[in-house]
């Protein structure tokens, strides 16, 4: 048995955004599993490199502030005369910050805006700018279950997942009648290394494995699978959606 060849995304060029590690390295390996050359992006030179050595087949980086609009356009442009037309785009560039809202610093609200949804639209712009003129092209947009739901202590990072997810839609009627696709992934709880802190938390993280029919915290690989549906031909109908990859924790009350 072989894999459906509307999933085949082998020879595509993908650009992830934020990966240097946790959910956006591990959606790099799968797109680098799947055949396509991948671009590493993020500030940290020596992290990407040591990123980039971890995984299979062609993989780039390109180092550039995804919150600094010259500096996107430049990178872009860099990175597509480096590598070629990108093809796939994730934005998965964020940051959590926690404190009570009435705590929250005017320079925090404006550092997690600017990282997890200005971001979005600067990198989103200058890819789309290319993909439209090409007729063709995949965004997929990482959002989160806060783009639905919140809990005390996180609102500033949920007001920007939801903003996310409408700016998702308005990508998807601005550049869909273009050939291309926006999308959103939104994770629910996954364990990784920033989150290890609430892993360990024995009350926290019994009260998700309670609130999530899985039973459990997700893993960074629950996510792949989304993320090659939304980056092939098999999603090419599929246009402003939201895929929640959460256990189940949505759905529930």
Same mark, same amino acid.
């Given at each position: ?6 999933? =085949? ?122 993909? /439209? ?58 364990? /990784? ?28 690989? =629950? ?31």
């Amino acid at each position: 048995m072989t894999a459906h060849p509307l999933f =085949d995304i082998s020879g595509r060029t993908a650009l992830v955004t934020g990966s240097g590690r946790g959910i956006g390295l591990a959606l790099a390996r799968g797109l680098a599993e799947a055949g396509c050359t991948v671009v590493l992006n993020g500030r940290d030179t020596g992290r990407l490199a040591e990123a980039a050595a971890e995984l299979p087949g062609d993989v780039r980086t390109a180092v550039f502030d995804v919150t600094d609009g010259p500096a996107v356009a430049a990178g872009i442009a860099e990175a597509e005369e480096r590598v070629g037309p990108l093809d796939i785009l994730v934005n998965n560039a964020g940051m959590q910050l926690r404190a009570p809202l009435l705590e929250f610093t005017d320079r925090d609200w404006h550092r997690i805006l600017d990282t997890n949804l200005t971001s979005a639209f600067l990198v989103g712009r200058e890819a789309a700018g290319r993909m /439209t003129e090409r007729g063709h092209g995949k965004i997929i947009n990482i959002c989160s279950l806060q783009s639905e739901v919140v809990r005390p202590g996180i609102a500033p990072y949920a007001a920007t997942k939801g903003g996310l997810k409408m700016l998702t839609k308005g990508m998807c009627a601005d550049w869909g009648p273009y050939g291309v696709q926006v999308n959103g992934l939104g994770p629910g709880y996954i364990e /990784t290394e920033l989150t290890r802190p609430l892993v360990t938390d024995g009350e926290f993280s019994a009260w998700v494995r309670r609130r999530t029919p899985a039973g459990r915290w997700g893993l960074p690989r =629950d996510l792949v699978g989304g993320l090659l549906f939304l980056a092939s031909a098999a999603s090419d109908f599929v246009n402003g959606q939201m895929l929640y990859v959460d256990g189940g924790m949505t759905s529930v009350l």
